[in-house]
């Protein structure tokens, strides 16, 4: 296979402005970002609320059409209905008709998609097992939680066995172990052989899942890469815990340090071992005790405080 198959989504300089109407205040929701999403990736698209993602993702399956820029999806322009009909697609706020059940409207997007008589009422049932609403799967959707319109919506999107998932927020309105049982999707359609692309701002989901992320800023990437380089490349800092602080070194450990009271003890995270054995040396000068010194590296929570926000 060549490295070109390899990619199956690939986006080039997309942007979006939007201008709303009557007056000429633009919004820039995204500038220019640039990726490539390799077969068989969980790929992690993040960035705070208000950073782009949705935008981009709109523009991927062509509920809006960008201000410049483009993406392939399997090597061919996207969003074409062709290359749509290997995408399975989860909207943010997944809309699903009021008056239908839910296996009435996953069977309709069956429909959508080409399928037809007993395979699709089959197919049906097993994937609304699969997402955990088979027990409410004839009640009218009116009457579901949010919980459980996402994994209606998260159904309607496997229905057809799409090669490729583009997920905006799957975890959302969902509670831990609903949380988990899509992350067990997510990781069951990798194990299939799908390429899985959603969005979080849930950074423990990502970083349990995700091969390669990305995360946007205010419309831009300000970091993307192999999560496991990203987090085995940050810094090392070491966690220092005092008790029995005196005012005077506790103000300044404060201002000098960014250190933080916690209760009776105070928190600082020192980088380097001779800037470690410094401060310690220091706290028993002035009378301190230290509870811990802990070795640290940087989390993805780390990373996005310290670039996306
Ligand atoms: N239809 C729209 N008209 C004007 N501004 C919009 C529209 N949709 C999104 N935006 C703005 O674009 C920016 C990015 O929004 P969005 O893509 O929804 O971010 P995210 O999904 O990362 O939370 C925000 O500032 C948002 O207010
Ligand atoms: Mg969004």
Not at 162 to 184: C, F, H, N, Y
Request: with cysteine; proline share 5%; net charge neutral.
């Amino acid at each position: 296979m060549s490295m070109k198959e390899d990619i199956v989504l690939s986006v080039d300089k997309l942007s979006k402005t939007f201008k709303k109407p009557f007056s000429r205040v633009k919004v820039e929701a995204v500038r220019g970002i640039s990726f490539d999403v390799k077969r068989g990736d969980i790929f992690g698209f993040l960035g705070p609320n208000g950073s782009g993602k949705t935008t981009t993702i709109k523009m991927l399956t062509g509920l809006i059409s960008p201000t410049s820029g483009s993406a392939t999806i399997f090597g061919e322009q996207a969003p074409s209905p062709p290359v749509m009909r290997r995408v399975g697609f989860l909207p943010e706020n997944p809309y699903v008709y009021p008056y239908l059940t839910p296996r009435e409207f996953v069977d309709l997007c069956g429909r959508l998609n080409g399928m037809r008589g007993a395979d699709l009422r089959k197919r049906t049932e097993q994937i609304l097992e699969r997402v955990g609403i088979a027990y409410a799967m004839d009640r009218a959707v009116r009457a579901l939680s949010k919980g459980m319109l996402q994994r209606t919506g998260l159904a309607a999107a496997l229905v057809h066995e799409p090669d490729m998932l583009l997920l905006d927020e799957p975890m959302s309105g969902l509670d831990p172990v609903g949380r988990k049982e899509v992350r067990d999707i997510i990781l069951e359609e990798v194990r299939a052989g799908k390429t899985v692309f959603f969005s979080s701002h849930i950074l423990s989901d990502v970083e349990m899942l995700c091969d390669r992320v990305c995360i946007l800023r205010k419309g831009e990437v300000v970091v993307s890469g192999a999560i496991r380089e990203l987090l085995g490349t940050g810094p090392r800092y070491c966690e220092i815990t005092l008790v029995d602080v005196p005012d005077a070194f506790r103000r300044e450990l404060e201002t000098e340090r960014g250190a933080k009271a916690s209760g009776a003890s105070v928190v600082v995270d020192v980088e380097g071992d001779a800037e470690v054995r410094a401060i310690i040396e220091r706290a028993w000068a002035v009378g301190a005790r230290l509870d811990s010194a802990v070795q640290k590296r940087e989390t993805l929570e780390d990373i996005f405080v310290r670039r996306a926000l």
